[in-house]
């Protein structure tokens, strides 16, 4: 499958440019109204029962279900996609789970860009097969593999950046008093600066995807031959510290924000701008709305996914009860 993942100029900047075309800023922040009628949706699903295991319940379906309203997918069909995607989450590293989700998936994106080709919408599927530049289209079999990456990239790392983002809060309470205040304050700067710091210091993506040297190269001493596989651990640059000062410390005013949490160059994450909507405006609900917020298990109970790439939690249960509601002898965890 060609995306923008895998491929290098010409093709990947005709590609890049026909894409960017539909996939614009102004779509994106026309968008946040929704996300923000989802994140308080799914928070009423378990605001009541005092506790929640915020990737399954929260982290996990918002994105999925924000993508496939910007897409144009039916809403009937949202809990499949929500399926396969879970397929492709839970069976990582497992090839017969991944393929099967991946097949659906795209099968079912083929078919219905051929719909929207016949009953053209206000939708980015349809953006997609508008686009156009110096006459140049995408393809029917370039759009399809654009909404699909599109969709995997963007819900994925989304779930990472909330549920890890979340983690390192609840892990560092004054820092999320402080956020809890900003987002109050209506300080919409300060808790962009929160959030990028979050991407930061434990970001969704561990190791950027593979990529092969095209030329002879010398990195740290190491003597690389063109075809050579390179992996670039993203993780370990957002925690340089000839590029970071005290970059163990999770500070949530720092101002040097040119991290790698997205990428970097030709490369950089196209769904960017919205990971960062969905993980602020689902950071912030959570704060004003569940204050009690804090960890159900001992930090050392939680497991991480399976892969090479991705940096996310298989499970992130919470407790948001007030302390006079907890049952006798059931005090917080520690943090």
Known sequence: MTHLLNIDPPDHTRLRRLVSAAFTPRRVAAFAPRVEELTHRLIDGFADRGSADLIHEF???LPIYAICDLLGVPEEDHDDF???AGMMLHTAGRRGGVGRAV???RGYLSELIERKRADPADDLITALIRASDHGEHLTGEEAAAMAFILLFAGFETTVNLIGNGTLALLRHPDRMEYLRGVVRAGDEPAVDRAVEELLRWDGPVEIATW???REPLTIGGRRIAPGDPVLVVLAAADRDPARFPDPDRLDLTRSDQQHLGYGHGIHYCLGAPLARLE???ALSALLTRLPHLRLAVDPAELRWRGGLIMRGLRALP???RRETDLPAGNA????
Not at 332 to 335: E, I, R, W
């Open 59 to 61: 982290a996990f379906p």
């Open 82 to 84: 929500r399926d396969w």
């Open 103 to 105: 097949k659906r998936m």
């Open 211 to 213: 990529r092969f040297a």
């Open 279 to 281: 993980g602020r405006i």
């Open 318 to 320: 919470v407790d948001f």
């Open 332 to 335: 917080p965890s520690g943090l």
